[in-house]
C-alpha cells in the first residue's frame, strides 16, 4: 500500500489531539466523579516499586509487570510506544499531585500497557476482529487477561471497567476527558505521545530532560511501519492499514478523513449519515447540486 507523502496529510495531524495550543493551566479531569460509591484508589505507598529511563519510578506489582510482558508478547512492534505512554503517564501524574491522588495505580500501569495489545496488522492475530475499532478489541482483550490473571480475578468489576473505558476511548477526547480520572488519565499518556513535540501541544509539567530520558530509554523504532508507530509517518502508516484491510471499522471515526487519501476507499453508504439520510428518503446528490 502506498499512502501519499506526509506533507499531504501535515493539515490532518493536528485533528488527532485534543488542543493546538498550550493552555494556561494542566487540563483536569471533570470535577463530578461518577463512580463516588467506589472506595479510594489504593494507598501508593503500599506498592512495590522499580525505576526505568534513568530514574522514573513506576509501579511493580505481579500484574503491571505481568501485563507489561504480554504487551511484549502480543504486540511487540508498539511495546516502545507503549513503555513511553506509561512513562508519559507516570510523569503526568509526577507533575500534578492533585490528579495523582485520584489515580489507581495499577488500573493506570495496566490500561496504558494494554492499550494497543490488539493493534497488530494481522487478521490472524488472537486478538484483531476482522471489524471491530481496534481500541474495542484491545479493550476486549485486556479486561480478558485481567478476569484470567490470579490478581486481576479478584478485582472487583469498576476496577476492570476503568481499565475497558481508559482503553476504548484512549483516541476520544471528546468522551475521555469527561469520564473519570482514571480514564482521562490513561487517554493523557498516550496523547502526549504526540503532543508533546507538537508546536503549542500539551506538555503536561513534562521537562525537556525527562523527555530525553525517556525516548533514550524507549526509542520511537518500534515497528508500525516507515520511522516506527511513534513517528508522523510510523502513525499514517498505522492508519492506513485499517482504512485498506479493517475499513468498517474507521467509518464514523477519527481515521475516516485519512482514508479518504487511501486508494479505493469510501465511506459512502456506511456512516450513521448515511443511514440516516437514507431513513429519511433523502437524496443527498439532490441536495448539493
Not at 5 to 31: C, D, E, K, Y
Not at 56 to 73: G, H, L, M, P, Q
Not at 97 to 103: C, D, E, M, P, R
Not at 185 to 203: F, Q
Request: net charge negative.
Amino acid at each position: 500500500m502506498r499512502l501519499p507523502a506526509l506533507s499531504v496529510f501535515s493539515p490532518f495531524l493536528l485533528a488527532i489531539s485534543v488542543t493546538n495550543a498550550a493552555p494556561s493551566a494542566q487540563p483536569q479531569p471533570p470535577s463530578h466523579n461518577l463512580s463516588r460509591p467506589n472506595p479510594l484508589p489504593p494507598d501508593p505507598s503500599s506498592f512495590p516499586y522499580r525505576t526505568l529511563a534513568g530514574g522514573i519510578s513506576v509501579i511493580n506489582t505481579a500484574i503491571v509487570r505481568d501485563a507489561e510482558a504480554f504487551a511484549k508478547k502480543y504486540s511487540p512492534g508498539s511495546y516502545n510506544h507503549i513503555m513511553r505512554s506509561w512513562l508519559w503517564g507516570v510523569l503526568h501524574l509526577r507533575h500534578n499531585s492533585t490528579l495523582a491522588t485520584q489515580i489507581d495505580l495499577e488500573v493506570h500501569a495496566v490500561g496504558l500497557m494494554l492499550h494497543d495489545i490488539a493493534s497488530d496488522h494481522n487478521l490472524s492475530h488472537p486478538f484483531v476482529s476482522p471489524d471491530r475499532r481496534f481500541e474495542i478489541d484491545s479493550a476486549i482483550a485486556a479486561t480478558d487477561f485481567i478476569r484470567a490473571h490470579p490478581d486481576g480475578s479478584k478485582w472487583p468489576d469498576w476496577r476492570v471497567q476503568r481499565v475497558f473505558d481508559g482503553i476504548a476511548l484512549h483516541a476520544e477526547p471528546k468522551f475521555a476527558l469527561h469520564k473519570e480520572a482514571d480514564v482521562f488519565a490513561i487517554y493523557w499518556g498516550n496523547e502526549l505521545e504526540w503532543s508533546y513535540g507538537r508546536p503549542g501541544g500539551e506538555k503536561m509539567g513534562i521537562t525537556e530532560a525527562e523527555h530525553e530520558m525517556v525516548m533514550k530509554s524507549f526509542p520511537p523504532d518500534d515497528g508500525g511501519g516507515p520511522g516506527g508507530e511513534g513517528s508522523s509517518t510510523g502513525l499514517l502508516w498505522f492508519i492506513g492499514w485499517y482504512c485498506k484491510y479493517k475499513p468498517e471499522s474507521t467509518y464514523d471515526t477519527w481515521m475516516q478523513p485519512y482514508g479518504d487519501m487511501v486508494p479505493g476507499y469510501s465511506p459512502v453508504g456506511h456512516r450513521l449519515f448515511d443511514g440516516a439520510l437514507a431513513a429519511a428518503g433523502v437524496n443527498v446528490s439532490g441536495l448539493v447540486q
